[in-house]
């Protein structure tokens, strides 16, 4: 009876997550997702360490409103003409790019739009680690942490877009007067402050610690064994935020923002062998204050020449994972097929600069970059709506347990490698990540 009071705990636990659409625990951006691993979560009351080695590397992104873009224009597409806006917005009309390499003012008011080709590759050392507290008579619990270490290096680049569909004047353009336009354009970004387009960054990534429940049941329901975990975890910004003067750059991980999490991990025996499991949770950010680009106009909020802090609250980051286990295609090796499902909801920016002399597009204020109100309120919605993401994942494992192989090695360690891949999504960046480790038991 305790049993079955228990199991159906877990299931309205998991109806109730489920409502919400369901988390990625570690990384709440959408660039890196640090997909866990069921085994993490299901240890069978053991202690474990697992040190883990990875490689992501990604060249483009699923653009917010369907289509392939590069993964600088995820915050929005970028026309030359919007940016000089906000320069002179900021600094005046004194500072003019157009007049300074051309001489004339003949480019005034022209669109002059980019494509932005970024590049983010990524190599780094996890370390995961739980403890059973049974030493404490808490045989059912454990604690624990999670932390990367990374090595990235990011790139950009622009290229004049000449498609005729944006403005008549891009179409015949000769050789020589794109290489003024992009003068122009290095000229502009300079007087903005922006300082690059590739960076090499090195870091921690944000702490996860954690305690976790475990229930396990043998032969209940039909099933060979039931083995369900509830974890509550604290995410610490122990990482870099994003450098605002190297706009192509990106956050490692949440940019800053202290989290809290949980997530519900059922597992089912089906038969032996066989196993069927969910990964399914939360993550909530705390709002934080930090100082970035803050757009005026149009612009994209990473290239634009108003500079000041704001608060952030950033949305829910949500996720639905399901696996399925094959055990022991020969002695000791098996294979795991994944799919997860996430979702990150709209963030709010509020503009907390002490001067709002200059107003941000966070005002809606017709004044800033002679918007209308009508367009003000819709560069609102649009640069809001930028926030939200989806992203749908396929992971392909295979796990070699030397103890079900036979083998009396030390620690009796689990070997594995992990492949993420992306399948579609709405927002978000097309990481392709390999990840090899050994779960080792004591």
Same mark, same amino acid.
């Given at each position: 009876?305790?049993?079955?009071?228990?199991?159906?705990?877990?299931?309205?636990?998991?109806?109730?997550?489920?409502?919400?659409?369901?988390?990625?625990?570690?990384?709440?951006?959408?660039?890196?997702?640090?997909?866990?691993?069921?085994?993490?979560?299901?240890?069978?009351?053991?202690?474990?360490?697992?040190?883990?080695?990875?490689?992501?590397?990604?060249?483009?992104?699923?653009?917010?409103?369907?289509?392939?873009?590069?993964?600088?224009?995820?915050?929005?597409?970028?026309?030359?003409?919007?940016?000089?806006?906000? =320069?002179?917005?900021?600094?005046?009309?004194?500072?003019?790019?157009?007049?300074?390499?051309?001489?004339?003012?003949?480019?005034?008011?022209?669109?002059?739009?980019?494509?932005?080709?970024?590049?983010?590759?990524?190599?780094?050392?996890?370390?995961?680690?739980?403890?059973?507290?049974?030493?404490?008579?808490?045989?059912?619990?454990?604690?624990?942490?999670?932390?990367?270490?990374?090595?990235?290096?990011?790139?950009?680049?622009?290229?004049?877009?000449?498609?005729?569909?944006?403005?008549?004047?891009?179409?015949?353009?000769?050789?020589?007067?794109?290489?003024?336009?992009?003068?122009?354009?290095?000229?502009?970004?300079?007087?903005?402050?922006?300082?690059?387009?590739?960076?090499?960054?090195?870091?921690?990534?944000? =702490?996860?610690?954690?305690?976790?429940?475990?229930?396990?049941?043998?032969?209940?329901?039909?099933?060979?064994?039931?083995?369900?975990?509830?974890? =509550?975890?604290?995410?610490?910004?122990?990482?870099?935020?994003?450098?605002?003067?190297?706009?192509?750059?990106?956050?490692?991980?949440?940019?800053?923002?202290?989290?809290?999490?949980?997530?519900?991990?059922?597992?089912?025996?089906?038969?032996?062998?066989?196993?069927?499991?969910?990964?399914?949770?939360?993550?909530?950010?705390?709002?934080?204050?930090?100082?970035?680009?803050?757009?005026?106009?149009?612009?994209?909020?990473?290239?634009?020449?108003?500079?000041?802090?704001?608060?952030?609250?950033?949305?829910?980051?949500?996720?639905?994972?399901?696996?399925?286990?094959?055990?022991?295609?020969?002695?000791?090796?098996?294979?795991?097929?994944?799919?997860?499902?996430?979702?990150?909801?709209?963030?709010?920016?509020?503009?907390?600069?002490?001067?709002?002399?200059?107003?941000?597009?966070?005002?809606?204020?017709?004044?800033?970059?002679?918007?209308?109100?009508?367009?003000?309120?819709?560069?609102?919605?649009?640069?809001?709506?930028?926030?939200?993401?989806?992203?749908?994942?396929?992971?392909?494992?295979?796990?070699?347990?030397?103890?079900?192989?036979?083998?009396?090695?030390?620690?009796?360690?689990?070997?594995?490698?992990?492949?993420?891949?992306?399948?579609?999504?709405?927002?978000?960046?097309?990481?392709?990540?390999?990840?090899?480790?050994?779960?080792?038991?004591?």
């Amino acid at each position: 009876m305790k049993q079955l009071r228990s199991f159906f705990f877990i299931i309205i636990s998991i109806l109730v997550l489920s409502y919400f659409e369901c988390s990625a625990t570690h990384s709440g951006n959408r660039y890196f997702y640090f997909f866990e691993r069921p085994e993490s979560y299901v240890t069978k009351k053991e202690s474990i360490i697992t040190p883990q080695i990875f490689y992501s590397k990604t060249s483009t992104a699923f653009r917010r409103y369907g289509g392939r873009c590069g993964i600088p224009e995820l915050w929005g597409k970028y026309d030359l003409k919007d940016v000089i806006t906000s =320069l002179k917005t900021v600094y005046g009309n004194n500072i003019d790019p157009i007049y300074a390499i051309t001489g004339t003012h003949e480019l005034d008011g022209k669109s002059l739009k980019y494509k932005i080709d970024g590049e983010i590759e990524t190599v780094g050392f996890m370390l995961e680690y739980e403890q059973n507290l049974k030493a404490l008579r808490l045989k059912d619990f454990t604690v624990g942490f999670w932390l990367p270490v990374y090595h990235m290096n990011t790139t950009s680049r622009f290229a004049f877009d000449s498609h005729a569909f944006y403005n008549a004047y891009h179409q015949n353009l000769s050789s020589a007067e794109i290489v003024t336009i992009d003068k122009i354009r290095q000229l502009t970004h300079r007087e903005i402050g922006i300082q690059g387009t590739d960076l090499n960054r090195d870091g921690f990534g944000d =702490l996860d610690l954690h305690v976790r429940w475990n229930y396990y049941a043998e032969h209940a329901l039909m099933m060979r064994s039931i083995d369900a975990n509830i974890q =509550l975890g604290a995410i610490a910004p122990t990482s870099p935020k994003m450098n605002i003067n190297y706009p192509g750059t990106v956050p490692f991980m949440n940019n800053g923002h202290w989290g809290m999490y949980l997530d519900i991990v059922p597992e089912f025996e089906l038969k032996q062998d066989w196993k069927f499991g969910l990964i399914l949770g939360m993550l909530e950010q705390f709002n934080a204050s930090r100082t970035t680009r803050l757009a005026v106009g149009n612009e994209p909020t990473t290239y634009s020449a108003l500079v000041g802090k704001i608060e952030e609250d950033a949305g829910l980051t949500l996720k639905f994972s399901a696996y399925f286990t094959l055990e022991n295609l020969t002695d000791g090796l098996h294979v795991q097929f994944r799919y997860s499902y996430l979702r990150h909801q709209m963030d709010q920016w509020f503009d907390k600069r002490e001067d709002k002399t200059i107003n941000s597009y966070i005002e809606k204020n017709t004044s800033s970059a002679g918007l209308t109100q009508q367009e003000s309120l819709k560069n609102f919605d649009d640069k809001s709506e930028l926030s939200k993401w989806r992203a749908h994942y396929f992971t392909f494992q295979a796990v070699y347990d030397s103890k079900e192989g036979l083998k009396n090695w030390f620690m009796r360690p689990k070997f594995f490698a992990s492949y993420d891949l992306p399948i579609t999504g709405n927002g978000i960046c097309k990481t392709h990540q390999i990840t090899l480790g050994a779960q080792l038991h004591f």
